[in-house]
């Protein structure tokens, strides 16, 4: 079946710009979460949606949004990017947690 | 709040030997959960192997198995008969317990800073 899909793979942008990260989780998880990993501070949890509801966040400023459509895909997006917002971004979909997380490729953001 | 620890920032292997790849962990909570991923230079994390709090027994996948040492808050992963393709970034990571809604846990999942392995033939 087909995995996590993330687009694009990725993507440059200039400062200020805004940027939005697409999402589509196997078919039949409810669950999605978002990560941001750098060489300097790892990864790093941003949000999770279940059921088009967000159910928790990490520490991430206000610039940092995302939603979840009824069909589980899920997006985010940066808004006034930043050059430290270039990163890598994870899109996790799950259905039970105990069977872990199953991760996409990855956005590659870059920010100019 | 929780916190995984990986000490070591970078590990050799010689091919078809056994590597110990180390985890600390810290948390308040009873119920948990340990995984481990790998990361190969395209980024994809890929799951091997994950450990329930209580679980009693250690958890086996294949060359995977997790050495859980709960007094210790130690999980480390073992690849036995290690291979060329092994080489890449191992993240250890812990999952908190949150609500339960549908049959579906959420919570984020804590990530260590990650081990690179390097297998040489």
């Known amino acids: 079946k087909a995995g996590v899909t993330q687009t694009p793979r990725y993507l440059i942008k200039t400062r200020g710009q805004q940027v939005t990260l697409s999402c589509s989780p196997i078919s039949g998880h409810r669950s999605v979460s978002w990560y941001q990993q750098t060489p300097g501070q790892g990864l790093q949890f941003l949000f999770e949606y279940f059921s088009e509801t967000q159910r928790n966040k990490g520490n991430f400023p206000g610039r940092f949004s995302g939603r979840q459509f009824s069909n589980s895909r899920s997006e985010m997006n940066v808004s006034t990017l930043e050059l430290g917002d270039s990163a890598l971004y994870l899109c996790?979909?799950?259905?039970?947690?105990?069977?872990?997380?199953?991760f996409g490729s990855g956005t590659r953001l870059t920010v100019v | 709040a929780q916190k995984i620890t990986q000490t070591q920032p970078g590990m050799f292997v010689q091919e078809k030997e056994a590597v110990t790849l180390d985890c600390t962990y810290d948390t308040s909570d009873q119920s948990y959960g340990l995984f481990w991923y790998k990361q190969p230079s395209s980024g994809e994390m890929i799951f091997l192997i994950y450990q329930g709090s209580y679980d009693e027994q250690n958890a086996t996948e294949g060359r995977y198995s997790l050495n859980f040492q709960k007094a210790r808050k130690s999980a480390n992963l073992v690849i036995s008969a290690s291979q060329l393709g092994d080489s890449a970034m191992y993240f250890c990571?812990?999952?908190?317990?949150?609500?339960?809604?549908?049959?579906?846990?959420?919570?984020?999942?804590?990530f260590g800073q990650g081990t690179i392995l390097t297998v040489h033939p």
């Open positions: 990571a812990m999952r908190e317990s949150k609500g339960n809604a549908g049959g579906t846990s959420y919570g984020k999942l804590t």
């Open positions: 996790a979909s799950s259905l039970f947690g105990n069977y872990g997380y199953t």
